[in-house]
């Protein structure tokens, strides 16, 4: 094998990581995981064939995300050859204002992505961490940054736009919008798959332990539910979503929380585990839903799923297409068949049978709506980004 294209997509404490050959084949799946506590290294191929598990010690003062990459890394080189490397594809959260494409990281680069830290404090550095081990122990080998605000620069200035003081606009205070690689991926499966509603209104809702929706038309973002940061929109797992940022005020201001307090509460506190007091992982809320603050979350999910989908609705001018991608969104036959239940006002019919099994179609035929389910593949994207970089004319699929 040669010219493998290894995408990673980090989070807090994991990676997951993904080798493509140059077709556009997948031939390794797995992660990293626990980093900085118990780490553990899982790969399986293409097949599902266990290749390798096996979890290692912290040691003193080492760095244990330089540990994990560095694992990572041995074992391709044992399972693979790392001449067999062509290049490395990171997902990175924030481009901010100006990185509004795929492009090789270098000093320069680097340099201006962590400045971006401050625009999404708990996901940049996570972001980086691979990018940095990388050039640490492999600085010859290319490595390319795609960003998850990119897809949604085709999204007008109207949608672009705080209403706070002009000034800050001019230092990136904006609306963004998140999960771009994700929705890129949706939007290229509905122009190979569904050709006819990709050229239509299509409302992509990604739904997993963070949660957005996208206005699609003739596949390109015109609207998102997610903002400055990757806080604002749906109810998620154990993030807030919108809040009136008067109540913020007010937990700063009389209710004695630091700024610091507010962060953690916000983005680790929140969302369905906060309104539950059991968990934010759907599963459990699920087996727990006859408990009221259980119920009480899920009901809050799925009303604030429809106060937001109606508004990207309003922006696409109605909507021929639904798609459900993400951790839930494919997984929780429930969700989807509740938020259909209360949208059937547009004409959406679900087909019951359909939907419990995950099929990709699961609208009836005679729904005036197509609903489907299509799986996320984040990996897909950064792979074909980081080919396009290096000079392919022609991707691959995927």
Known sequence: MTSAILTMNAGSSSVKFA???????????????????????????????????????????ADPHLAAINALMSWLDDHVGLSALRAVGH???????????????????????????????????ACLGPIRALRQKHADLPQVACFD??????????????????DYESQGVRRYGFHGLSYEHIARRLRRDFPELARGRVLIAHIGNGASLCALREGTSIATTMGFSVLDGLVMGTRCGAVDPGALLYLLQQAGVSADGLETMLYHKSGLLGV???????????????EPAVREALDLCVHRFLEQAGAMIANLHGVDGIVFTGGIGEHD??????????LGWLGVGLDVAANAAHRPVVSTAESAVRVLVIPADEEAS???????????DSPGEG
Do not use: Y
């Open 333 to 342: 036959a429930m969700f989807r068949r509740d938020v259909c239940a209360q």
């Open 91 to 125: 997902r990175v959260v924030h481009g901010g204002p100006d990185f509004v494409s795929p492009l090789r990281v270098d000093d320069d680069v680097l340099e201006k992505l962590v400045a971006l830290t401050p625009f999404a404090p708990l996901h940049q550095p």
């Open 382 to 392: 950064i792979r074909r980004h980081v080919q396009t970089c290096l000079g392919d």
């Open 19 to 61: 080798l493509f050959d140059r077709s556009g084949a997948r031939l390794v799946s797995g992660a990293l995981s626990g980093i900085e506590t118990a780490p553990r290294l899982t790969a399986a191929d293409a097949q599902g064939k266990e290749l390798v598990d096996r979890g290692w010690s912290l040691e003193g003062d």
């Open 276 to 290: 539950s007091g059991v968990s934010s992982d759907m599963r459990e809320l699920r087996a727990r839903s006859n």
């Open 149 to 166: 605000t990119a897809f949604h620069r085709t999204m007008p200035l109207v949608a672009r736009q705080l209403a706070l003081p002009r």
